[in-house]
C-alpha cells in the first residue's frame, strides 16, 4: 500500500485537488481512509469518474478511519470548518 495525503493540516472549508487512486486497467481498488480532526470540522472522502462530478465515500466529524472501495479519482473535502487542523490520507 502506498500513502496518498489528500488533505494535510487544513485550516479551512473546501475542496483539495483529485487525485488518481488507481491505475485505469484496474477495475476497483481498496483503501484505508484516515482522517485527523484536532478541532471542529467534518471532512468528506469524494470520488469521481471524470474529475467533474463528485460524489461522497465517508464523511468524518472526528478522527477515524474506515475500509473503502475507491473509483478512478479521489479527493478530501472539508465541508464544515469551524477550529483546528484537518488532515485526510488514503493508504492504496
Given at each position: 500500500?502506498?500513502a496518498k495525503?489528500l488533505l494535510?493540516?487544513?485550516t479551512?472549508?473546501?475542496?483539495?485537488?483529485?487525485v488518481k487512486?488507481?491505475?485505469?486497467?484496474?477495475?476497483?481498488?481498496?483503501?484505508?481512509?484516515?482522517?485527523?480532526?484536532?478541532?471542529?470540522?467534518?471532512?468528506a472522502?469524494e470520488?469521481?469518474f471524470?474529475?467533474?462530478?463528485a460524489?461522497e465515500?465517508?464523511?468524518f466529524?472526528?478522527?477515524g478511519g474506515?475500509?473503502?472501495?475507491?473509483p478512478?479519482?479521489?479527493r478530501?473535502?472539508v465541508?464544515?470548518?469551524?477550529s483546528g487542523?484537518?488532515s485526510?490520507t488514503v493508504d492504496?
Amino acid at each position: 500500500m502506498a500513502a496518498k495525503v489528500l488533505l494535510a493540516l487544513v485550516t479551512a472549508s473546501g475542496p483539495g485537488a483529485w487525485v488518481k487512486s488507481r491505475s485505469v486497467k484496474e477495475s476497483t481498488e481498496e483503501g484505508i481512509c484516515q482522517a485527523i480532526i484536532t478541532a471542529t470540522a467534518t471532512v468528506a472522502l469524494e470520488g469521481s469518474f471524470d474529475q467533474v462530478s463528485a460524489f461522497e465515500i465517508a464523511t468524518f466529524s472526528v478522527s477515524g478511519g474506515l475500509a473503502v472501495t475507491l473509483p478512478e479519482w479521489i479527493r478530501g473535502n472539508v465541508t464544515s470548518y469551524g477550529s483546528g487542523d484537518v488532515s485526510l490520507t488514503v493508504d492504496v
